[in-house]
């Protein structure tokens, strides 16, 4: 789900390197076969102060590269898979359909089935108030070693805290309980609205009791409660924070009106234009 500019950069580079000078059928990606894996319901190319047609037109099938594209869809959904042996398969089955309704934009505003939880702020929830409290869970803000699972949005449990290395255990992934060390590094924000770079040398790391739909993305969790005091804003926000759990059961939602009062209702944000050419090919 990068920018089409990713790949289209990509792809004139291997042509450059390949000799492969123009564009015809055989020499995208300078003859080399590419496999991209995605899913046009979860969240498009971040797109700042973007229009719906600006992050719509950001998606890879935008771009002329999809025409030499051939898709292949997965039918099976693992999430839930793992699941059947501890609940019903019409169960899963279902709530497999209504997480995929969701995400195509059959259904506009959902509210039942779900019970409703109270649950604070991320930032109320991650503001840890004790100074030298160490067994925390936290979240990795960079790439550091993908052969470790240290990827950026990898979950972490601390186990001792240096002042310039921290001791921690994976939470998630393949990796999940091994020891690990995080350093401290420099880090510069990549915000184009400064005219200038900030570096501060820290740990690339991030309290994460709560997580933003955004950075939910990839992960795969028992029990999610979601926190909607604002509605969604963009497509695929919904379908990301209620395919993360693995059963329904699992799913506990708040959700807020305008006026700020409890509500049984969620809009849900679809561009189904997205889908226009994912058919057929």
């Not at 060390?181 to 040398?201: G, T, V, W």
């Not at 379908?239 to 799913?251: E, K, M």
Request: aromatic share 8%; with cysteine.
């Amino acid at each position: 789900m990068m920018h089409r500019y990713c790949f289209e950069a990509l792809d004139r580079t291997l042509r450059d390197i390949l000799r492969f000078k123009d564009a015809s059928i055989g020499s995208t990606f300078g003859g080399k076969i590419v496999v991209l894996g995605g899913d046009f319901r979860q969240i498009l190319p971040v797109i700042t102060k973007g229009t719906r047609q600006d992050i719509v037109n950001a998606a890879l099938n935008s771009s002329y590269l999809w025409n030499h594209c051939h898709v292949l869809k997965l039918t099976k959904n693992m999430r839930l898979e793992g699941n059947q042996v501890e609940s019903h398969l019409n169960d899963l089955r279902q709530f497999s359909d209504w997480v995929l309704a969701i995400g195509d934009g059959m259904i506009e505003n959902f509210v039942d089935g779900i019970e409703k939880v109270h649950i604070p702020d991320v930032l109320l929830i991650n503001n840890c108030d004790d100074p030298i409290s160490v067994i925390v869970e936290v979240m990795l803000l960079r790439n550091i070693d993908q052969s470790l699972g240290l990827c950026n949005g990898t979950r972490l449990f601390i186990t001792r805290l240096g002042n310039r290395v921290i001791e921690a255990k994976v939470l998630s992934g393949n990796m999940a309980g091994e020891k690990v060390f995080i350093p401290r590094m420099s880090l510069i924000p990549s915000d184009a609205r400064i005219p200038f770079k900030f570096q501060r040398r820290q740990f690339p790391i991030v309290v994460s009791f709560a997580m933003t739909i955004n950075k939910s993305q990839g992960q795969s969790l028992s029990h999610v409660g979601l926190y909607l005091k604002k509605q969604v804003f963009t497509h695929g926000q919904l379908y990301v924070a209620l395919s993360r759990v693995t059963n329904r059961s699992g799913l506990k939602i708040l959700i807020y009106d305008d006026d700020g009062e409890i509500s049984n209702e969620a809009t849900n944000k679809v561009y189904k234009e997205v889908f226009r050419n994912l058919l057929g090919q």
